[in-house]
């Protein structure tokens, strides 16, 4: 089992940054290979892919933040951050990381099907106009 904790939101300005982490407890077998990946939510719509980054350090991001939000981990303190620059009002959600095995199914493919099994319980991310 894993444990996913979330951190690094809040409140920014439009045309701000803010960066997430989302650490990583639990087994944690030396030899795993691990797909995680930010998923976000705003209030009455439907949860969204963001980026997602497999065992081998492949990315892949929504077309709404491309350019802007870059997805990166830290395998030695097992946490995954996500750098949002250029933040815009509409970016405006609870963001959630995740985690699973690498099962080779691609990051695209992870990012639009958010096939992950394991959740952190999210961090509030809030851009002002």
């Known amino acids: 089992q894993l444990q996913l904790v979330e951190s690094g939101g809040g409140s920014a300005q439009a045309g701000g940054s803010l960066r997430l982490s989302c650490g990583v407890s639990g087994y944690i077998h030396r030899n795993s290979r691990y797909c995680m990946g930010w998923f976000r939510q705003a209030p009455g719509k439907e949860r969204e892919g963001v980026a997602v980054?497999?065992?081998?350090?492949?990315?892949s991001y929504a077309d709404s933040v491309e350019g802007r939000f870059t997805i990166s981990k830290d395998n030695a303190n097992n946490t995954l951050y996500l750098q949002m620059n250029g933040l815009k009002p509409e970016d405006t959600a609870m963001y959630y990381c995740?985690?699973?095995?690498?099962?080779?199914?691609?990051?695209?493919?992870?990012?639009?099907?958010?096939?992950?099994?394991?959740w952190g319980q999210g961090t509030q991310v809030t851009v002002s106009s």
């Open positions: 980054i497999d065992s081998e350090g492949s990315t």
């Open positions: 995740a985690a699973d095995a690498d099962y080779g199914l691609g990051t695209r493919f992870l990012l639009v099907k958010s096939t992950f099994g394991y």
